[in-house]
């Protein structure tokens, strides 16, 4: 399953690169981008278990950028 969220307060494009390198290691996740320029995150992950994914991003979006908000719609 492919899904793309938009993000809030990302202050930097060296934090999206830590994002993504973080997300990408995740068990389940295919491929990940997150792009500083539009504020976008985009994840490819296990269909059965994106939910549980998606709280491990979330965990590890807030290591790197404790401000950034992930709109989970």
């Not at 973080?22 to 491929?31: E, H, Q, T, Y």
């Not at 500083?36 to 278990?49: E, G, N, P, V, Y």
Request: net charge neutral; aromatic share 4%.
């Amino acid at each position: 399953m492919k899904k793309t969220y938009k993000l809030e307060d990302l202050d930097c494009a060296n934090c999206a690169r830590k994002m993504e390198d973080a997300i990408k290691k995740l068990d389940g996740v295919a491929d990940a981008t997150v792009s500083f320029l539009t504020q976008k995150m985009t994840i490819d992950a296990d269909d059965a278990r994106f939910d549980d994914i998606m709280q491990q991003v979330v965990k590890c979006c807030k290591k790197v950028e404790p401000d950034c908000r992930i709109i989970l719609k």
